[in-house]
């Protein structure tokens, strides 16, 4: 008899005020070549549900991957004993007002499921990348991965939501090693695994991808013979792929209600902003509005409702440089009396949802390219992150990228290698003094946020025009 999920929540005998069954199904397929030989062809699945009860008002979770009566009665009694052990100790009393009774659907957008390709057609297409990559014999690694998903979440609870939601993913990498005596150069595309989207095989198009490994694999070998940045204060202009690190680094973690609230503290850090800074601080320039955008087809991050049942929405987390909101679930918005998003998120069906990123994006501004290249009088173009760091307050950073050019009077002169910068947030983002228009903006993703305790490595979207920063510090050699 096929499950249900319903019959499984009806079934159940607790004494409990609110109950909630999430069920989810994910199907991998990963595909690896190295040097044009193939490494990886594999398909692997996870399929369980997490139980979580609402009991004195405190939430309790157990989860399971035997999908029979006896074991979703066993890990519901799990549950509720974990929930009334913690009520004395609760930080908030919570009602079921934080899980809203909605109901819906949400499929990403595909046109060509993954079984209208072979297995072979993209082994031999991953074997074209790495042969595309190598436009010379200075370059001494290639490699090509792809990754496809299909994930099936249902919701159900006791108030009434009823919720499926089936994502199609695509996640691919491809990069070079060249080196030159003792000059070591690496370049990919557009970053590590930066290239990740909802949608089917439609989006590996391989005219496409043939053509920007070209690209990968001449700019590897430019990069042995460029001159090294030069270590000046100067204007930054940053490319969309390495804007979504800078936007995610500086601007995503800090903005987590649970992360200010201390959650995260003694695991991923905590936070320089403050509850009260909310409606108050100046973030950055006028120029910069982020918005928190799950409903964005494509991109990585995207669905119609979180994992509590809020709907998700389109909502301005910063805007014209002015704080707003933070990213925090129903839960933290009641615990910090601050506005939030729909972004409880849990990484598998064994996890309890936490406050997480989806999508956020840098809107749009009226510089085109040209116009932006052509009014800096001396600045450093960077692409691509290579590397990056910064302090537990998501407060100061240094970040390294693999590509860079030198601007000279309006114009590009010169390739620069190892270029990096760095920087203070409230800072760095005073000083955005261009903003792209819409034909600059570009959709990339991480499908490996990490965060929480267990760890939950999660998927994020993030879209960005061009940037020009004024008066950054920018040096050289490896970060």
């Known amino acids: 008899m096929e499950f249900d999920l319903h019959t499984a929540l009806n079934a159940l005998d607790l004494d409990a005020d609110w109950v909630g069954l999430r069920q989810v199904s994910e199907t991998t397929h990963t595909h690896f070549v190295r040097d044009a030989k193939p490494q990886a062809n594999g398909r692997s699945q996870t399929k369980g549900l997490m139980v979580e ?3 004195q008002g405190q939430f309790g979770y157990a989860a399971t991957n035997h999908l029979d009566s006896a074991s979703i009665q066993a890990a519901a009694d799990r549950a509720l004993q974990q929930a009334t052990a913690t009520a004395q100790w609760g930080v908030h009393e919570f009602t079921a007002d934080v899980r809203p009774a909605t109901t819906g659907t949400y499929q990403s957008p595909v046109q060509k499921p993954y079984d209208h390709l072979k297995v072979a057609d993209l082994t031999d297409l991953l074997t074209q990348v790495c042969q595309t990559l190598k436009v010379s014999d200075k370059i001494v690694r ?4 792809a990754q496809v998903l299909e994930t099936e979440q249902k ?3 006791s108030n009434g939501a009823d919720i499926e939601q089936t994502l199609w993913i695509v996640i ?5 090693t060249a080196q030159d005596g003792g000059i070591t150069q690496k370049r990919t595309d557009n970053g590590w695994f930066a290239r990740c989207y909802q949608g089917g095989v439609e989006v590996m198009d ?3 991808i043939l053509s920007r490994c070209q690209n990968i694999g001449e700019q590897a070998v430019e990069l042995l013979t460029a001159e090294e940045c030069p270590t000046t204060t100067t204007t930054l202009v ?3 792929d390495q804007m979504m690190l800078q936007i995610h680094e500086s601007v ?14 003694n695991y991923a850090g905590s936070s320089f902003v403050n509850l009260a800074d909310f409606g108050d601080l100046v973030y950055g320039s006028p120029l910069m509005n982020i918005t928190f955008d799950p409903t964005v087809s494509e991109e990585l991050g995207s669905y119609a409702f979180d994992d509590s049942g809020l709907e998700a929405k389109r909502e301005y987390l910063i805007r014209n440089g002015k704080l707003i909101r933070g990213l925090g679930s129903l839960e933290s918005q009641v615990r910090t009396n601050t506005p939030g998003v729909a972004n409880s998120r849990a990484s598998s069906w064994n996890r309890a949802p936490i406050d997480r990123m989806a999508n956020l994006n840098l809107e749009p501004g009226h510089s085109t390219f040209d116009e932006m290249i052509e009014s800096i009088e001396h600045g450093v173009y960077m692409e691509s992150n290579r590397s990056w760091s910064i302090d537990d307050y998501r407060n100061k950073f240094q970040f390294g990228c693999e590509y860079g050019r030198l601007i000279e009077n309006g114009k590009f002169t010169k390739t620069l290698r190892n270029p990096n910068y760095r920087g203070i947030t409230n800072d760095f983002w005073g000083n955005l003094d261009q903003v792209g228009d819409r034909s600059t903006l570009q959709i ?3 499908p490996a946020c990490g965060k929480g305790e267990p760890n939950q490595v999660i998927r994020v979207g993030h879209a960005s025009p061009v940037c020009a920063f004024k008066e950054i510090e920018v040096f050289g050699g490896v970060a």
């Not at 290639?142 to 991965?145: I, K, Y």
């Not at 691919?172 to 070079?176: A, K, S």
């Not at 995503?252 to 503290?265: A, K, N, Q, T, Y």
């Open 206 to 208: 391989s005219q496409a």
């Open 53 to 55: 009860v609402l009991a």
């Open 155 to 157: 919701f159900v609870s």
């Open 172 to 176: 691919t990498d491809y990069g070079v």
């Open 142 to 145: 290639t490699s090509a991965f």
């Open 444 to 446: 990339y993703g991480t």
């Open 252 to 265: 995503g973690h800090p903005l987590e209600l649970d992360r200010i609230l201390g959650d995260e503290r």
């Open 238 to 240: 940053l490319a969309p």
